[in-house]
Structure formats: structure tokens, C-alpha cells
């Protein structure tokens, strides 16, 4: 059974938060996966090493990851050198409005999953017009409309299809072979 961990910082407004819970959501769709959904407050070494897959989402903060997410990487990092290779990866941020840098940091989230040999992935879908996770979910302050919040589920679903396939060789649930409309007919 693949797991799944969704591992977040957020800020006094719980944005980021309300996306882990989004990103958790659309992990679950997928059959056969256990999940954690845990801030950095919450989580451990013990639960980045239990995960198959992680989506790790951090507030935009001066246009890249909040230094407390910098920090909780940084202090642990010789603890999990190394027992991270090979997990597969991705993210998502909340940032103060469009434009603020929330592609970059979800660029930064996974050039530090990449750091620690973390597969990251980006998602092709669109889920609304001009909305897609290319790089990770990305909104600017809460996720409020319906295409906010399906970019955030369907990161997660697209991160469990994605440990459903490599750890648990579940070929039918391969992305390409998704039965759900992949959003294509709204790409600009």
C-alpha cells in the first residue's frame, strides 16, 4: 500500500493548510493509500521515512519557501541524507497575490526534494481555464474557487496515482490511462 504524507507550513492565515487539506483530499480518491497529512510543527524524521510519496507545501514568503520550512529541511537534513532516494515529490504554496512568487517556490520546494534524490514530477492537466499544476498547485491567498481547489486535489491525486504505479505496480492507474477528464480542452 503506497503512503502518503502531505507535510505543510503555514502561516497565521491557514492558507497553505487549507491546500494540504485539498492535496490530502485528492490523495485519497485514489484506492489503497494511506496518507498523513501533517504541518512541520507535527511531523518527525520517522514520517518523511514511512512516506512513499510527499507533497510538501510551503507559504510564498518574499518570493520563495517561509524560512520556517528552510528550517525544519535544514535541521534535519544529515538525519535523512540519503533515506529520502528514490520518493517521489512535488508541492504547493499559497502566496500574498498572482504573481508573487508561487511558482518559484514550488520550484524551490522541489529543487530541495531533488537535493535529498526525491523524484519530482509536474502535471499537465488543466483544471480550469488557464489553471493548471504544471508546477505544483499554486493560488494567491485561500484556494476559494472550484479550479483553485481541484489543482490542489488533483496534485494529490496525481502524486498517489503516481506511488500507486511505482510502488505498488498498479499499471492501470498510470496518468495516461486516466479515466478522468485530464482538462485538455481548456488550455489556452
Not at 504544471?134 to 485561500?142: D, L, Q, T
Not at 483553485?148 to 496515482?161: D, V
Request: proline content about 3%; hydrophobic content about 45%.
Amino acid at each position: 500500500m503506497a503512503k502518503i504524507l502531505v507535510l505543510y507550513e503555514s502561516n497565521n492565515r491557514g492558507y497553505t493548510a487549507e491546500m494540504a487539506e485539498l492535496v490530502r483530499a485528492g490523495a485519497e480518491t485514489v484506492a489503497g493509500v494511506e496518507m498523513r497529512c501533517l504541518s512541520i510543527l507535527q511531523a518527525s524524521k520517522a514520517d518523511l521515512l514511512w512516506a512513499d510519496g510527499i507533497a510538501v507545501g510551503s507559504p510564498t514568503n518574499l518570493g520563495g519557501i517561509s524560512w520556517r520550512m528552510k528550517q525544519w529541511w535544514d535541521e534535519l537534513s544529515f538525519d535523512v541524507w540519503g533515506a529520502l532516494d528514490g520518493k517521489i515529490g512535488c508541492a504547493f504554496s499559497s502566496s500574498g497575490a498572482w504573481g508573487g512568487g508561487g511558482e518559484h517556490t514550488c520550484q524551490a520546494l522541489t529543487t530541495l526534494l531533488m537535493n535529498f534524490g526525491v523524484l519530482v514530477f509536474g502535471v499537465t492537466d488543466y483544471v480550469g481555464r488557464k489553471m493548471a499544476p504544471h508546477y505544483g498547485a499554486v493560488v494567491a491567498g485561500s484556494p476559494r474557487s472550484a479550479a483553485e481547489q481541484e489543482m490542489c486535489r488533483r496534485l494529490g491525486r496525481r502524486l498517489a496515482e503516481w506511488c500507486a504505479v511505482f510502488v505498488d505496480q498498479r499499471a492501470e492507474l498510470h496518468p495516461a490511462e486516466a479515466s478522468y477528464a485530464r482538462g485538455i480542452q481548456h488550455a489556452p
